[in-house]
Structures are given as structure tokens and as C-alpha cells.
């Protein structure tokens, strides 16, 4: 790059005009995004930092994103990172951590550039190509931890010979590639997709009048506009279902909700919440089941209430120097996962039982996993630092240790919605339960955009219970035995109160979950064995060689189901393998496989039909 470039870009920093009135005489954060080369995965970020920044001026690069948990460590992929003052004078820069660096400017205004290299595309980091740029925030943006207030404006620059355009929950300007946000958090919950994409609109009116909310979908994909219209038709549906939950919507800051779809064969599948917007990605296209892609578009949109507003004392503010730990996620992404599949069923997208059957995979997967009874959903919402998409290289035994808190929570939520109706006819339910959340923790708002001033503790929560069921003494107990405690639901009870027989489903014989791969002339067994399982009995754990089952020899990943295809349930047969160097013979029992299914009744009683009807049926209708 030459030096003339170099400072042109400098002078676009100085030169950035305000992007709002109400800055004018404010002083402001200005950051430029360009992307000289998009092909080559790198983007170009210049920051101009006021005067009122300080000395030394400490600059970050964040380690953690709002809707994830775990630390990410984004400065890695930070580099050329440099700083200067007034008449481009280099600025002393010391890097006293590996995302944080010192500077001690010699005039008050201070000007940070640094390149960054993006290639993946999901909702936790930055992706830059031919074909777009998808950036979120945290994974983009340098921060001053001394300035989380400033106003900010954040300006993009056309790749060369692209004609692209910006759609973001960051306010717009008059100029359509300049943006502004009111302060730090408001940035970092702010992702963008700069591309040619698509755009679909629909509004949705408020109860009582007013300025009917803009939801826009902004999708980046390969196929028809005739299908981008379906979809957007679908995603229309789920709105409207789920703001029938609530009997209105978020007032979103600016009046629009924006949807970032990115349905590509390159990209990752994901789903990340933000404030007035979420977004969605999927290595699919359209053409390959819209309902598979809107279950992630459905559980993200409920998050517009569930996190952003009624949000966890635990998560707000957000800290981006750090994983974020709280005990609230059972509920904040648990009962998310409940209703953004409910929403499904309610819309009519997913038929009513084979709806059903969906949600019955939450409470299975509970009763059958050996990790509830060794921890409480908040004790498995806390290691959310440990899970979510944290990296290492020691093994874990989460197999046996642990239920992921967006299953564990959906399963509380769908036993609590069918405790609710079953012991009060129907006239209580966790919607009634949201609603109360919600209007006595999301509509009180934020001292300003980017935050909520009545975040929930778990004592909120159980308050919230005893409120809407009137009966103080069982949410108490609830909450002990079931969020607090270990104690399973009785979800065979409640199930059959909605006409639904929960049973064991009729799978191919088992003797637990095992996976096998070939290595070397060796069939390895690649997971932790499950506490449960005949395997685990018998001894046999991860890097095991499988060697003879009933008599016969695996030597490929094949032979091991293809064996067990002709035992039956209950045989007792003979497994031979090799642990740590040790031949060993054991005596195994065959099983039958321990998932769970719901089935509809072929007859239900009036209380049963109108229980399942209250529970399954439309609200937007």
C-alpha cells in the first residue's frame, strides 16, 4: 500500500462528516470501513478517537459478543494495527495484552488503523468477499473503554466496482453509507451486511395506533425472487404469531426490525439476536425447505422480547473484555428454543403433531441424559463460558455431564406451559408467564438504546410464577425441584393431559451411542460413552479399538450397526476391544434404543382436545 493511500484514508477519518444534527456539537467516535481488496478476506478499519479520549488511551478489541457466552478472542485476526496523532505523526503504541493496546498520543485526538482479516460467516464473527461484507460489530471494532457513552458514527466505503448497500439496526443518516449509534453497547449489538442482497417489507400495526413497526429482511442468497417472496411470507406468519403472544411488539429504536439473512452454500449455520435486528445464516438456499431455516429466524425473532428486553441481571451491561456468565439461561435461551419452535406449530408451518413430536425431543432428551441429575439448569446456564463454541484441546466429559441450557430450559418451558394449563383448566399458561415478564421488566425500556433498566434475577423469575398462578407456594417449589434442583418433570403425565402418549420409540437395537472411525486398520471409537449405555458398563471409552462383537470382526465403521441390526433386545452377547493397550473381553446386553416420542392418542376426551387446542392453536387468527 502506498504512503499517499495511506494518508488519504487518514484525511477520510479527519474529514467524516457528522452523521446526525444532535452530534454537531458533540464529540464523537468515527470509525470507516473499507475493503480495498474484498477477495482477499481482509477489511480496512480507521478509527478517529476525540479529544476527551484521554492519556494514555487504551483501545481494545473485544473477547466476547452480545448472545454468546464464551470468550472468542476476536484480535486475532488483527494486524498492521497503528496509531497517530495530529499531522500523522506516529503515536508511541504498546500492546499490553493480546487484544488491548496502549496509547499515549501527543495531542488530544487520536487516530487507530488496523487491518482485519474476515472469512466466516455466522452471527459471532466478520466475513468479507467478491460478494459482500457481513460483519458483526465485536468482531470488527476496536473499542475505548473510556468512552462507553460517546456518540459514534461508522462510515463505508464502496469496494471498487461494487454498488452495494448497507442494511444494519444502526440509524441511518442522508447519507446512505454513513450510520450512527448513541453509544458503546448500542454499537456491538449492531451487525451489518453490506452486499447487493434483497430486501422484503412488511409492517406490523401496534395495538391502539401509532406508527406500525418495520420489519425488513435483508437476504444475501443464490435463489428466486419468487421464493424470497414465499419466505418472506412465512416470516410474516411467525411476526405476527409471536407478537399475539404478547399482544404487541418491542418498540424497536427507529421503528424497524431488521432481519440479516445469509443462505449460502459458504456460509455456517447460525442464529444471533440483537437488539432491533438478528442474524440468520445457513450453508442452504431456499430451494431447500424454507421451514428449516425459519425455525433459526423464529427463535431468533422471540429474542426481540426474550434477552434483549426482558434480559438477565447477569448480561446487563454486556462486558465485552470477558466471557459472560449467567444462571438465567434456561429461560433467557431455553424457553426462546420452546417458543420460537411453538411459534412454528402456531403459524402453521410445522403440522400440529408432528409439531408436537418436535417438542417432545426437549423433554426426552432431559429424561434421558445421565447429566441432569449431576447439575440444575442454572448450574448448566453457567457453563455456557465452557460451551458455547469455546475451543480446547483437553477432552471434557460432557456427555455425561452436561445438557445443553437451550434444551434443558426448552423442556422446563414446555413442562411449565402443560403444568399451568393442566392444573387451571387452560386459563393460566406460560404465555400469561411471559407477559408478566414482559411487562414488568421489557416495557419499562433502557435509560437509553443499548440498554434495559429492569434486567430479572432468578427471584424476579419465580415472583413472576407466583403472580400469574396465583399461588406463591408453587412457584417456590417449582423452582426448587426443577430450575434449582435436579428432579425431572413428569412429562408422561403432562403429555397425556394434551392426548399425546410419551413413549419409547422403535429404533434399531443399541448397545448406546458410539461413534466409530477407521484409523489406521483400527475402528476407534471417537466419543465419551454414554453413562447409560451397555458400552459404558462394559468399559469401553473414547480412543478404544472396537474389535469383535458377537463373535464377529468390525473392521469398518459399518459392520458395528449392521451386527447389531440382527441381535434383539435384551441378547446377551460378547464385545471384545482393546483399552490403552489391553485386550478385553465383556459381556454386553443388547438395548433398545432409550429416545422418546410423542404420539397423538387415537381418542381424546373433550378435556384433553381442548387442552391440546389451547396449547397448539393459532393466537394471531
Not at 470501513?33 to 494514555?56: K, N
Not at 430479572?456 to 415472583?463: G, S
Amino acid at each position: 500500500m502506498s504512503v499517499r493511500h495511506r494518508v488519504s484514508l487518514f484525511a477520510l477519518v479527519v474529514l467524516l462528516p457528522l452523521a446526525q444534527a444532535a452530534f454537531a456539537q458533540t464529540p464523537t467516535i468515527d470509525y470507516v470501513v473499507s475493503a480495498p481488496h474484498p477477495e482477499q478476506r481482509w477489511l480496512q478499519v480507521d478509527v478517529r478517537f476525540p479529544a476527551r479520549a484521554g492519556t494514555p488511551l487504551d483501545v481494545r478489541m473485544a473477547r466476547s459478543s452480545p448472545g454468546r457466552y464464551a470468550t472468542h478472542e476476536f484480535g486475532k485476526n488483527v494486524y498492521l494495527f497503528e496509531a497517530r496523532g495530529a499531522g500523522e505523526a506516529v503515536l508511541p503504541l504498546e500492546q499490553v495484552a493480546p487484544a488491548h493496546w496502549r496509547v499515549t498520543p501527543t495531542d488530544g485526538v487520536v487516530r487507530v488503523r488496523y487491518r482485519l482479516f474476515a472469512d466466516h460467516i455466522d452471527g459471532t464473527y466478520s466475513a468479507v468477499d467478491g460478494t459482500h461484507a457481513h460483519l458483526n460489530a465485536p468482531a470488527t471494532f476496536v473499542w475505548a473503554p473510556a468512552l462507553p457513552e460517546t456518540p459514534i458514527t461508522v462510515r463505508f466505503v464502496q469496494p471498487p466496482g461494487r454498488n452495494w448497500r448497507v442494511s444494519t439496526q444502526l440509524f441511518p443518516t442522508d447519507a446512505p453509507l454513513a450510520f450512527t449509534a448513541p453509544n458503546l453497547q448500542y454499537l456491538m449489538d449492531s451487525p451489518v451486511e453490506f452486499s447487493a442482497h434483497a430486501v422484503r417489507e412488511f409492517t406490523v400495526a401496534y395495538p391502539g395506533g401509532g406508527t406500525p413497526a418495520r420489519i425488513r429482511l435483508a437476504v444475501h442468497h443464490l435463489g428466486t425472487d419468487a421464493q424470497l417472496d414465499a419466505y418472506a411470507a412465512m416470516v410474516e406468519t411467525i411476526v405476527r404469531e409471536q407478537a399475539a403472544i404478547f399482544g404487541t411488539l418491542p418498540t424497536f429504536d427507529g421503528g424497524t426490525y431488521t432481519f440479516l439473512m445469509d443462505y449460502l452454500p459458504w456460509a455456517d449455520g447460525d442464529g444471533m439476536e440483537h437488539r432491533n435486528s438478528t442474524v440468520c445464516t445457513a450453508a442452504a438456499s431456499l430451494a431447500d425447505g424454507m421451514a428449516r431455516v425459519a425455525g433459526t429466524a423464529s427463535h431468533e425473532f422471540f429474542h426481540a422480547w426474550n434477552v434483549e428486553r426482558i434480559r438477565p441481571a447477569s448480561l446487563e451491561p454486556f462486558d465485552f473484555s470477558q466471557a459472560n456468565m449467567s444462571g438465567e439461561l434456561w429461560l433467557a435461551e431455553g424457553f426462546t428454543s420452546y417458543y420460537g419452535s411453538l411459534a412454528m406449530i402456531r403459524a402453521g408451518i410445522v403440522a400440529q403433531d408432528r409439531g408436537v413430536a418436535q417438542l417432545a425431543m426437549f423433554a426426552g432428551s432431559v429424561m434421558r441424559a445421565p447429566g441432569a441429575q449431576f447439575r440444575s439448569a442454572v448450574d448448566m446456564s453457567r457453563l455456557a463460558p465452557y460451551v458455547d463454541a469455546a475451543q480446547a484441546v483437553d477432552p471434557t466429559n460432557w456427555e455425561n455431564t452436561y445438557v445443553s441450557y437451550y434444551t434443558y430450559g426448552a423442556a422446563i418451558g414446555l413442562g411449565l406451559d402443560l403444568t399451568l394449563r393442566e392444573r387451571s383448566g387452560g386459563t393460566v399458561t406460560l404465555d400469561d408467564y411471559m407477559r408478566t415478564l414482559w411487562k414488568t421488566h421489557g416495557v419499562p425500556g433502557g435509560k437509553a438504546p443499548g440498554y434495559v433498566s429492569r434486567p430479572y434475577t432468578l427471584k424476579d423469575a419465580e415472583a413472576a410464577l407466583a403472580t400469574v398462578s396465583g399461588d406463591a407456594a408453587f412457584a417456590a417449589d417449582f423452582f426448587r425441584r426443577h430450575v434449582l434442583g435436579t428432579e425431572p418433570l413428569p412429562f408422561r403425565r403432562l403429555f397425556a393431559a394434551a392426548g399425546y402418549t410419551l413413549r419409547e420409540r422403535e429404533t434399531p437395537p443399541t448397545l448406546g451411542m458410539l461413534g466409530l472411525t477407521a484409523q489406521q486398520g483400527r475402528i476407534v471409537v471417537t466419543n465419551n460413552t454414554v453413562a447409560t449405555s451397555a458400552v459404558y458398563k462394559a468399559g469401553v471409552g473414547r480412543g478404544d479399538t472396537i474389535l469383535t462383537l458377537n463373535g464377529t470382526a468390525v473392521t469398518q465403521a459399518g459392520d458395528w450397526e449392521r451386527i447389531l441390526s440382527t441381535l434383539t433386545p435384551g441378547t446377551e452377547v460378547e464385545l471384545v476391544f482393546e483399552s490403552r493397550g489391553e485386550k478385553k473381553t465383556a459381556r454386553v446386553t443388547v438395548q433398545s434404543n432409550d429416545r422418546v416420542e410423542a404420539v397423538p392418542m387415537p381418542e381424546r376426551t373433550p378435556q384433553q382436545e381442548a387442552l391440546r387446542a389451547g396449547w397448539l392453536a393459532s393466537r394471531a387468527k
